[in-house]
């Protein structure tokens, strides 16, 4: 039987396409990375993901896992054709056991979907990405992302207690257990988060949750530079402070938080740190006071944010503060390139003195924003996409930008993921490690077919 | 394609923030039937992309209902690259069955809904009632002629005591045309003329698709006010009684979110009775699936829509109020528990005996 007709009968003609239009929509991520699949397929459940890779592992066709397409390093871009698995349609929440503290879901729920559901049981899904109102867990999770609270609440690593994934030849397995803890053996969930689709689907995922803090409060600090601010960062956290959110905004970033209308302006400064801490009443108070001041000495002003209201503000706008530079000027488009790089943070001056000079040296903007506090940094760059040189300009500053963070002993991702737009830097970053990776990759998937070209190997 | 629109295209980040909000998207669930998708069907035409019928299911199943304009973080225009879009393609003659039969309905017609009879037959005796010049004129719109001849009597007998009239002839607007791609020039110029015959300054209109094509593509020659608009102005002389009702407000997207009538109507409201406002609401309220050509062409995705948007409205009210007769209908069509009715009638509950 001819491969679409057996797709078909799996998950019935409605679900899979092979028309032209569809395949150009899913050839590209949030990246630069551009790839077209010969088929999009959207299962919806467990059994006709086993019965999809059977297939495909039997013909030896790649497969690629899809969540909702807003990753910034082509990790869901088809680059060898074969079968995109759409799996944003799996998107029920199985469970919700306040008990045990966990919660199921399919992979396809989309991240803010999952705290809406959990807010009136008083209980909050910590790992927050910028993408929370369209991305999916399953690209959470594939990509072990984290977010603006990971300095506090840590990673989506921290969370995933068992996985049901779909392995290359459609053996479904558990990887972990409901238990908080276990010693079986290897640990295969920590294995496959941050797999990238390249070891197995993702079909069902068990997840700690946390109540909700009782209280918090986020204090905005002004300083004259960002290497002040990088101090002040150090100074914090190694004061015993553990903030549940510790952000720098440039100026670049202020200007455009700014334009995206906030109720009360941001400050006008070169740098701003958002400290959020969180907590009992008593000891938000008792913290809040702790960070004003140990930054005394940095900052030119400090307050704290008035209300619940401006503090929702502040956060909705910071999140989508990526895309929305490309308002600052009409013919600049944000291009995500070199945008997640981690380093230890006590090199988060350093870094970002680098930033500035790599910014003078290739005569290109270079907003900086993110989750300093835990050590990555996003920068942003935006340029006339119709300018060649601009492109070239844009790409040599992304390749310094990663070798820097490399240089001061960090990564090239600190939550985006390697996809293919990182891939050449992993043999830079894991050395020999990138064999066993490859060896472990070789073992799962002896023909291949899942995710190929992704994560350098 | 423009190059205007390949700047509007590249725009878009592909971030998919417009995922989460696009109501059509999330009924059909294939990224072309998204704001993000439309972008990249746009720009696949634009590099030679056959123009299928996928291509066309993609493109004409937006409600053009702005949701994801409003939201989007990069400031993108996902909904203008569709109507741009679709008036190339029908510039090149490629368009679906559906809008080459709506085209040919209007054109022949002169009304939206292929009507035969005098498109005045809802005035009555009122014909005499009828001022051949003034500043305000009240303009009906296909469905309050031929749908609503209850609701445009009643708007009438509201206006016409502050010495509003209407157009000798008045023909569509040109809104159905437009939005699926087509030029309208020969409607927009019998309107204005006949709008010039009246010498009025001020076009009324009770209809969100009437108010933004009149407001948007028509010359800047006139004023246009919603009925709302008018109504809140002149709360005063109407002398309202105030009413023991709780009822919820669905905005019409064209008049709201795209154009920012977004107080008027609520004013008339609260003068009235309790307003409880619906789940998503203002320029953030979710489209009754009635616009864009969506409510002709994909009735049965049309009408999805609505439910979803039904599903929003809050408990505890005596009616939906909303000011636009193509939500009315569809709302309505789309298995409303709790009546559905125009601001008009709301009015015309409140006014004093």
């Known amino acids: ?457 | 394609m423009l190059e205007s629109d390949i700047r509007s295209i590249f725009k878009c980040v592909r971030c998919g923030a417009c995922r989460s909000v696009c109501p059509v998207f999330e009924e059909i669930g294939w990224e072309s039937s998204g704001a993000r998708g439309r972008m990249l069907v746009a720009l696949g035409v634009s590099q030679g992309l056959d123009v299928s019928s996928s291509v066309f299911e993609s493109l004409n199943t937006c409600t053009t209902c702005g949701l994801c304009r409003q939201i989007c973080p990069a400031g993108a225009d996902p909904t203008g690259v569709v109507e741009n879009l679709r008036h190339q393609l029908v510039l090149k003659g490629k368009m679906t069955d559906s809008q080459f039969n709506l085209h040919k309905k209007i054109t022949s017609s002169s009304n939206s809904l292929g009507e035969v009879l005098d498109r005045k037959m809802w005035l009555g005796e009122r014909i005499n009632e009828v001022g051949k010049t003034a500043d305000y004129v009240y303009f009906v719109g296909c469905l309050g002629a031929y749908r609503y001849p209850e609701i445009a009597a009643l708007t009438f007998d509201l206006l016409k005591q502050f010495d509003v009239t209407l157009l000798p002839y008045e023909v569509c607007c040109g809104s159905p045309l437009i939005r699926t791609g087509f030029d309208a020039d020969d409607l927009i110029a019998h309107n204005i003329e006949q709008i010039r015959i009246v010498g009025a300054h001020t076009v009324i209109t009770g209809c969100a698709g009437c108010y933004n094509t009149l407001k948007n593509d028509y010359p800047k020659m006139f004023d246009v006010m919603h009925v709302s608009e008018f109504l809140s102005e002149h709360l005063s002389d109407l002398k309202l009684k105030r009413l023991e009702l709780t009822v919820t407000y669905h905005d019409g997207c064209h008049l709201g979110r795209c154009n920012g009538v977004l107080e008027a109507p609520r004013e008339v409201i609260k003068a009235i009775c309790n307003l409880k406002e619906m789940k998503t609401n203002g320029e953030n309220a979710r489209c009754c699936g009635g616009g864009g050509g969506v409510r002709s062409g994909y009735p049965a995705l049309s009408l999805l829509l609505a439910k979803k948007r039904l599903a929003e409205v809050p408990e505890g009210i005596d009616y939906i109020v909303t000011s636009c007769p193509l939500c009315l209908k569809n709302l309505t069509e789309g298995g409303s528990d709790t009546d559905v009715i125009d601001l008009v009638e709301l009015v015309a509950f409140a006014m004093e005996q």
Request: aromatic share 4%; glycine share 10%.
């Open chain 1, 1 to 457: 039987m001819e491969i679409i007709k057996e797709l078909q009968y799996i998950v019935g003609s409605k679900l899979v396409t092979t028309e032209p239009s569809e395949l150009y929509c899913y050839s590209s991520d949030a990246s630069q990375i551009l790839g077209m699949p010969e088929y999009v397929v959207r299962p919806e459940n467990t059994e006709q993901v086993s019965r999809i890779l059977k297939l495909t592992n039997k013909h030896g066709i790649a497969v690629t896992p899809r969540g909702a397409g807003t990753g910034l390093a082509g990790g869901a871009v088809a680059l060898s054709g074969g079968v995109v698995l759409d799996l944003s349609g799996m998107n029920r929440i199985l469970e919700v056991d306040i008990d045990n503290l966990q919660v199921a879901v399919e992979p396809g729920v989309v991240h803010a979907k999952l705290n809406e559901a959990l807010k009136p049981h008083g209980f909050f899904f910590p790992p927050d990405p910028g993408s929370s109102d369209m991305c999916t867990l399953g690209g959470l999770i594939a990509n072990r992302g984290s977010g603006m609270r990971s300095v506090k609440y840590g990673t989506i690593k921290n969370y995933v207690l068992d996985l049901e994934v779909v392995m290359a030849n459609g053996t479904v397995i558990n990887t972990g257990s409901r238990t908080l803890k276990s010693s079986a053996g290897y640990d295969l969930t920590a294995l496959m988060v941050g797999s990238e689709g390249t070891l197995g689907v993702i079909t069902k995922a068990l997840m700690k949750i946390h109540p909700l803090p009782k209280s918090r409060i986020v204090l905005l600090a002004s300083f004259e530079d960002a290497e002040m601010a990088g101090r002040a960062v150090v100074k914090v956290i190694a004061g015993g402070i553990v903030p549940s959110a510790c952000e720098i905004l440039d100026r670049m970033t202020i200007e455009v938080l700014n334009a995206y209308d906030l109720k009360t302006p941001l400050p006008d400064a070169e740098t701003i740190l958002l400290f959020e801490v969180d907590g009992t009443e008593s000891g938000v108070q008792e913290e809040a006071e702790m960070v004003k001041s140990i930054c005394r000495s940095f900052v030119s002003s400090i307050r704290i944010a008035a209300d619940e209201k401006e503090i929702d503000e502040i956060w909705t706008a910071r999140r989508l503060v990526g895309a929305a530079i490309s308002r600052l000027d009409p013919q600049m488009t944000r291009v995500y390139v070199g945008e997640d790089i981690g380093v230890p943070i006590k090199e988060i001056p350093n870094m970002l003195k680098r930033l500035s000079s790599i910014s003078e040296k290739s005569g290109l903007k270079i907003m900086t924003y993110g989750h300093i506090g835990d050590g990555n940094l996003h920068t942003g760059m935006c340029i006339d996409v119709f300018d060649e040189e601009q492109w070239k300009r844009l790409n040599q500053a992304a390749d310094e930008i990663h070798r820097t963070a490399l240089m001061l002993g960090g990564t090239v991702s600190a939550e985006h993921g390697i996809g293919s737009a990182r891939g050449e830097y992993m043999r830079l970053e894991r050395g020999l490690a990138l064999g066993v990776i490859a060896a472990v990759k070789h073992a799962l998937d002896p023909k291949g077919i899942l995710n190929p070209g992704k994560l350098g190997i």
